[in-house]
C-alpha cells in the first residue's frame, strides 16, 4: 500500500521536475535565439553606417553659429571695408581745378594772382565783402565773377578755402 503511494508520489515528482527542467531548457534556448538576434541587429547597424559614411555627401551645409563651422576654413571672410575717400577739395586743389580757369590767365577780366596791385583795393574792401562776392558772385567792374566760380554744387567752405589760398598769395 505504502510502496504504492510512493511510487505515485515519485511519478509524480519526476513529472514536476521533468516540467521545470523543461522550462529551464526552453528559457535558455530562448534567451540564445534573442542573443543571436540582437548581435545580428548590431552586426547589420554597423554595416549600414559604414554605407552611410561612403555615399556621404562632399558637402555639408551648416548654419552660422554651428559648432562645425568654427572647424572649417574661412573662405568667405568678409572683406575689409574700402579706406574713405575724402570728397572735400581743398583750397590749393580747387584753385587749380576751378578758379585758376579765369584767375591764371586773366579770362574775362578776372584779377590775375601776379598781379598784386589790382588785389590791394579789392582786400581793402574786407574779407566779408570778398566772401559774400566769391559764394553769391557778382558783377564788377573789370567783369562777372559767378557765383562759387560756377561751380554751385560746391560747399561754401571748400569755396572759400580756395579763396583763402589765392589771398594768400597776393597777400604781402
Ligand atoms: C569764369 C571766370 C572765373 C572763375 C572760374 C572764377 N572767378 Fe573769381 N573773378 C572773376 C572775375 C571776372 C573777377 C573780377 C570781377 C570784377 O571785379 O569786375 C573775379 C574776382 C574774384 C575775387 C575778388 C572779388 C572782389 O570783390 O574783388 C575773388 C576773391 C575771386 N574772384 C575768387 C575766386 C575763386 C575763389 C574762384 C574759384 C572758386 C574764382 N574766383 C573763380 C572770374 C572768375
Not at 41 to 60: K, M
Not at 72 to 81: N, W
Request: glycine share 14%.
Amino acid at each position: 500500500m505504502t510502496e504504492k503511494r510512493d511510487q505515485q508520489f515519485f511519478d509524480g515528482f519526476m513529472l514536476l521536475v521533468g516540467i521545470f527542467v523543461g522550462i529551464v531548457a526552453g528559457i535558455l534556448l530562448l534567451g540564445d535565439l534573442v542573443g543571436e538576434g540582437l548581435g545580428a541587429q548590431a552586426e547589420e547597424g554597423a554595416a549600414q553606417s559604414a554605407i552611410v559614411e561612403r555615399i556621404r555627401p562632399i558637402g555639408e551645409v551648416a548654419l552660422i553659429g554651428d559648432p562645425t563651422l568654427a572647424a572649417a576654413p574661412s573662405g568667405g571672410a568678409t572683406a575689409p571695408p574700402p579706406a574713405a575717400v575724402s570728397s572735400t577739395l581743398s583750397g590749393t586743389e580747387l584753385y587749380d581745378q576751378l578758379c585758376a580757369l579765369c584767375h591764371a590767365a586773366g579770362v574775362g577780366g578776372a584779377p590775375l594772382l601776379t598781379d598784386l596791385a589790382s588785389w590791394q583795393p579789392r582786400i581793402e574792401q574786407g574779407a566779408e565783402v570778398l566772401r559774400d562776392h566769391v559764394i553769391n558772385g557778382y558783377q564788377g567792374s573789370a567783369g562777372v565773377m559767378p557765383a562759387k566760380g560756377g561751380r554751385t554744387d560746391l560747399s561754401d567752405a571748400e569755396v572759400l578755402a580756395a579763396m583763402q589760398y589765392m589771398l594768400d598769395q597776393v597777400s604781402p
